[in-house]
């Protein structure tokens, strides 16, 4: 098999392991991800209407 491949699904093993062993802390994390994009996002956004102005 691949190696890519393999790493693959272990990623998604490890995934789908710790959202049905941990789902608490599966769910802080996602937010936090996500928290962390929309904040980078809202800076990006920032960014530009300061240059258009």
Do not use: D
């Not at 959202?19 to 936090?32: E, G, R, Y």
């Amino acid at each position: 098999m691949n190696t890519k491949k393999v790493l693959t699904y272990l990623v998604v093993a490890f995934v789908i392991f710790y959202l049905f062993t941990q789902p608490a802390n599966a769910a802080n994390a996602v937010k936090s991800v996500f928290g962390g994009v929309t904040t980078g996002a809202e800076r990006l956004a920032a960014f530009f209407t300061s240059l258009a102005s």
